[in-house]
């Protein structure tokens, strides 16, 4: 016959003993039988006591917790009551406290929504802000949404704590990113002209893409660029930038230069989309073709345009052999009041209207110049000219050129 005999103990300790036996009809069996049950639980009541007796605390930690440790302590169970945690016997720990930061001092965050800071290892880990402790922080890291002064205390499991050093972290927003005007005129080079470029919104500080610091921007070469506006930091000299303007893409004018070429009377312009005549510098609002009427003698030009933002002019032509219908051209000159005692008023009055220049000088009888000027007229067909002098008493000679026509010459008397 076989008897099995079982015995369980507190805390993860359990005993089977199997006993057979051989001869049933043994008395003497059966006595040590009973004699080694016996025994036998006074042994398993002793275990238990003693088993009790190593019970270690931890405290901070929920029995829910405790359990997930059960890789660092061997043959656990833990208690349904208390946050007590019983073993059988006990390994040596060998947790060190590391509350060492993966953030080393205080710091100023730009822009960003979270700054994460890890720690070394613990056993145990519980965050705290501005001295408050934070609840579901207890893992090794911390993401931080907020600003405010953040710290670590951790624990080694056997009532053992280090508290981290204190960091202050200060969030601040990113400023307004500004724009750029991006209109046609503004991202088109005429020339040898400049484009500025320039925020609309103002900054501590300004950060374009070619590294300049200025609130403004002369461009004078095609480019594509950008700009960051910044505010300062505390009191040092780090900023917090914006983001990223658009992006201005500067391009160089490519409407070609025109040229020009006379044929008989008039002057031909390479063809445009848009043309601008100068004769003698002055704008004519003759033509606004490619084909322009020569009048007088002179220097003419053209001007042409693609998009009426960027002119290509070309060079000067020069006419020094005017048409045959202008040879003749005379105008009436006079002067009044005549005699003078000094302020007069020229006067020419011409058969059509006039753009050029006057060439006005005043000579005394013995031929030395007394006075000169030059003077540009725009669309005239009667020019009156103020002139005060102080002139000696005498007779004097004043000489008149328009550009195109004949010399005249007038007297006038001095009193």
Not at 46 to 68: C, E, H, M, P, T
Not at 122 to 138: E, H, M
Not at 241 to 246: A, C, G, R
Not at 309 to 330: E, G, H, L, Y
């Amino acid at each position: 016959m076989v008897f099995y005999f079982e015995t369980r103990m507190k805390y993860s300790f359990s005993q089977i003993v199997t006993i057979e036996i051989v001869n049933e009809s043994s008395l003497f069996m059966k006595k040590n039988i009973y004699f080694f049950f016996l025994l036998l639980i006074a042994f398993s009541k002793i275990s238990a006591q003693s088993i009790s007796r190593s019970a270690i605390s931890f405290y901070g930690q929920s029995a829910i917790n405790l359990k997930a440790t059960a890789g660092q302590i061997a043959n656990g169970s833990s208690a349904s009551t208390s946050n007590s945690f019983v073993i059988g016997f006990q390994q040596p720990l060998n947790y060190k406290i590391n509350v060492g930061l993966s953030l080393l001092s205080d710091t100023i965050v730009c822009g960003i929504s979270k700054l994460i800071i890890k720690s070394g290892t613990c056993f145990a880990y519980q965050w705290f802000k501005n001295d408050t402790a934070i609840i579901d922080q207890r893992t090794d890291s911390i993401s931080i949404l907020s600003s405010g002064v953040y710290k670590l205390v951790g624990s080694d499991g056997l009532n053992k704590f280090d508290t981290s050093k204190s960091i202050r972290v200060t969030f601040i927003p990113k400023p307004t990113k500004p724009n750029l005007n991006s209109s046609l005129k503004d991202t088109i080079l005429c020339f040898n002209d400049t484009i500025r470029l320039k925020s609309n919104l103002v900054y501590e500080r300004y950060l374009w893409s070619t590294g300049d610091t200025t609130s403004n921007l002369l461009v004078n070469s095609p480019t594509s660029i950008f700009l960051r506006g910044g505010v300062r930091i505390g009191s040092t000299s780090n900023y917090c930038y914006s983001d990223s303007s658009n992006i201005i893409t500067i391009k160089k004018n490519t409407t070609p230069i025109p040229s020009l070429l006379r044929v008989e009377d008039n002057l031909y312009s390479t063809d445009s989309k848009n043309y601008r005549w100068f004769m003698n510098n002055l704008a004519s609002p003759v033509s606004a073709s490619n084909v322009y009427r020569i009048l007088y003698k002179g220097f003419y030009a053209v001007e042409t345009s693609i998009d009426k933002i960027c002119w290509s002019r070309s060079k000067d032509f020069i006419v020094q052999n005017a048409p045959t219908s202008s040879d003749q051209n005379n105008y009436l000159l006079s002067a009044y009041p005549n005699p003078t005692t000094g302020f007069f008023y020229l006067q020419a009055k011409l058969d059509k209207r006039y753009s050029g220049y006057m060439e006005l000088s005043i000579v005394d009888q013995g031929g030395a110049s007394k006075w000169n000027i030059k003077k540009y007229i725009f669309n005239e067909n009667n020019i009156r000219l103020p002139i005060n002098l102080k002139l000696n008493k005498g007779s004097y000679s004043i000489q008149v050129k328009l550009n195109g026509y004949k010399t005249q010459v007038i007297q006038i008397i001095a009193l």
